[in-house]
C-alpha cells in the first residue's frame, strides 16, 4: 500500500517562501509521476505541479517562474519550493503519485495548510 505524508506547509507573509515534502512509502517514487494539487477553501482541487520519474516538470500558469518541482529518488521524497508567495496560494498542498496501471492519479497524502498572509 502506498502511502503519502506531507509536511512543510506553515503561515508565511506574502512575498516570502516555504518548501513542503512529501514522503511516500516503498518504490513508488522511483517509478511514477507525481505531482502536487491544492484546495482553497469553497473552491476544488486544482494541479499545481508535475514532475516525471525521469525528472522533467510541469507547472501550471500561475505559479510558473515562483514554484520549483523536485524529487529525491533515493530518499522517495518530492519537494515544492514556492517562492513570491501570495495571499491566492492559501489553500491545503496535496502531494500525490500516479497509478500506471490504472492510468490514473490514485495515491494521495492528508494534506498540508499553507496560509499566506497579505
Known amino acids: 500500500q502506498v502511502q503519502l505524508v506531507e509536511s512543510g506547509g506553515g503561515l508565511v507573509q506574502a512575498g516570502g517562501s516555504l518548501t513542503l515534502s512529501c514522503a511516500a512509502s516503498?518504490?513508488?517514487?522511483?517509478?511514477?509521476?507525481m505531482g502536487w494539487y491544492r484546495q482553497a477553501p469553497g473552491k476544488g482541487r486544482e494541479l499545481v505541479a508535475t514532475?516525471?520519474?525521469?525528472?522533467?516538470?510541469y507547472y501550471v500558469d500561475s505559479v510558473k517562474g515562483r514554484f520549483t518541482i523536485s524529487r529525491d529518488n533515493a530518499k522517495n521524497t518530492m519537494y515544492l519550493q514556492m517562492n513570491s508567495l501570495k495571499a491566492e496560494d492559501t489553500a491545503v498542498y496535496y502531494c500525490?503519485?500516479?497509478?500506471?496501471?490504472?492510468?490514473?492519479?490514485?495515491?494521495w497524502g492528508q494534506g498540508t495548510q499553507v496560509t499566506v498572509s497579505s
Open positions: 514532475i516525471s520519474s525521469g525528472g522533467s516538470p
Open positions: 516503498g518504490s513508488i517514487l522511483s517509478t511514477s509521476s
Open positions: 500525490s503519485a500516479y497509478n500506471v496501471a490504472a492510468l490514473r492519479w490514485d495515491y
